[in-house]
């Protein structure tokens, strides 16, 4: 399946998507989904994938966080390859209804399924999870956020990164795998700087398109 990608500035995939005003079904590895107005499309990037395609066999009886789950694609995807439980986060309240009517098409049970708004885990009870996955966005430079659909593109100065990830080690146990997706469209040198500053563990765990002008690329991170 062919994904569009994006080189645009930020901005501009913003003002795109914002424009658009109907809730529209996507596909996605074979999977419909319902993508809402102002919500992240997960269709229209190719991150998604890619994810998706490097943890599958991981997921086998987890118990799996899909932060900034947006859509909530990776933690349905995670249910439907063996995960005992997900938690799902975003900080836009359109993409929690928009996870929970994707929860709902795959007829999955609130307690198979949560879902949260919130800032990072500042509203999420707490648990011990198995796997971690958050697609932070790839665009720290100063910017002030205006819509809550620019959280998904836009984490001025690596805040929310680094609010994540002084968070994370109080849900994680010592094999907890943390997985944060990034490109070397954003800043990959400070993020690096940030990981070696946070105390975990990382490690350059995938990558893809490294041929291309950008790059796709997972991290691991772990206590």
Not at 114 to 142: A, R
Not at 173 to 186: C, D, L
Request: charged share 20%; proline share 5%.
């Amino acid at each position: 399946m062919t994904i569009t990608y994006y080189k645009l500035p930020p901005e501009h995939i913003v003002d795109d998507i914002l424009r658009s005003k109907e809730t529209k079904r996507v596909q996605i590895m074979g999977n419909e989904f319902f993508v809402f107005p102002q919500v992240y499309p997960s269709d229209r990037f190719r991150t998604t994938n890619f994810i998706l395609e490097s943890i599958e066999p991981l997921f086998h009886d987890a118990i799996v966080c899909d932060m900034g789950c947006g859509m909530g694609i990776i933690g349905l995807f995670a249910m439907q390859h063996g995960a005992q439980h997900v938690v799902q986060i975003d900080v836009n309240p359109l993409a929690v209804e928009n996870a929970k009517a994707n929860r709902d098409l795959y007829h999955y049970t609130y307690k198979q399924v949560e879902i949260y708004e919130s800032d990072c885990f500042d509203q999420v009870p707490k648990t011990i999870f198995d796997i971690i996955i958050f697609n932070i966005p790839f665009h720290s430079e100063p910017h002030q956020i205006s819509a809550p659909l620019e959280y998904a593109f836009h984490d001025p100065n690596f805040a929310s990164t680094m609010k994540f990830l002084t968070q994370v080690i109080s849900y994680c146990h010592p094999g907890t795998k943390v997985f944060i997706a990034f490109s070397n469209k954003g800043d990959v040198q400070r993020l690096e700087e940030i990981f070696e500053k946070s105390g975990l563990k990382w490690q350059l765990w995938d990558r893809i398109n490294a041929d291309q002008e950008y790059d796709n690329r997972l991290y691991k991170l772990s206590i």
